[in-house]
């Protein structure tokens, strides 16, 4: 077992991917092409004593996610068990299997907060883009329930292709909700999002056009709500802090009870991932091989290891290093300081050029199926 031996500070947050069942097919889905089914999933006192662990290491946030977490029929028994650990919970849902009963019961049960994706700000789109026909009115009725249980709310939205255009609509549509917060992520791509690139990719000027107009809504509607956007990377200068650098404040669990540094990370090979079925979360969170790879600096090449900004955004993404240039520990080419720099203008103006009608709501089983062969 390799030890971390340097100072280690406890992760503040924990992703709980309760399942990866979810009614939705959104061509961007952030689950692995290869999943475990519903046998495979932790049971209801295993993520119990996930919890548990968490809360005795210093987590204080629980993010219940998925997949679509509604799926579990235990999600009110793991909410009511966070809540008496004193941990806050934040409820990341589709808001489909919700009903207003589920919503009042949880909220009594110590929820603290939802997130609610949305794909579109019309129900045409969104519907479409989600494959499932009537989501945006169930989003409308979700959203309703949340402000009758005093809930805070936020709206999370994906930017891509067929909604770029809307992106400042969807800031609109968050404050009629009443949302105290949205965000607007432009699609990362990696998983199902890098099969879809060519269907997803809007061209640069698109993505400005967005970006203005999201910032000007974030000036317009200042002390209203809070407006996180997070900018297209492929049109970025340089990249981002990738989970505010790899395995420093959260930790992520699938629902077989892998513990990762990020949902994407089991996409870069060669990496080991301990479970926490099999080891304790203390144990995995300060001596994980999968952990400890790519923390501090010692693993940069340059430019990263000499350059002023590592500690800004850690050398960037590690997924997205390993997805375009097969090796992660390489500099982020969305870095302008990457010497593969020029490979993202060309996939951008390639793939946002191409003459693609748009993605139909079951494209992704289709991939699933070919890569299940």
Sequence with gaps: MTTNTNPLAPPSALLAELTYRC???CPYCSNPLQMGGRDTEMSTEEWKAIFDQAAALGVLHVHMSGGEPAARRDLLELVAHCAGLELYTNLITSGVGLTRASMAALAAAGLDHVQLSIQDSTAEGADWIGGYEGGFAKKLEVAGWVAEEGLPLTINAVIHRANVAHAADMVDFAVRLGARRIEIAHT???GWALHNRA???????????????????????RGQIVIDHVAPDYHAKYPKACMSGWGRLSMNV?????????????????LEFWNAREIPL?????????FNAYRGDDWMQEPCRSCERKTEDFGGCRCQAMALLGDASACDPICVKSPRHGLIAEIAARDSAEKVEGFTPR???????????
Excluded: F
């Design 363 to 373: 494209r992704i089983e289709r991939i699933r199926e070919k890569s299940d062969a």
């Design 199 to 221: 269907h997803l990719m809007p061209t640069r000027e698109q993505s400005e056009k967005a970006y203005a107009e999201v910032e000007e809504r974030r000036a317009r509607y």
């Design 254 to 270: 699938t629902p077989q009870g892998k513990i990762l540094p990020c949902h994407a990370a089991e996409t870069i090979p060669g």
């Design 188 to 190: 990362q791509y990696y």
């Design 23 to 25: 009614p939705l097919s």
């Design 282 to 290: 203390a144990d995995i969170w300060a001596n994980s091989p999968g």
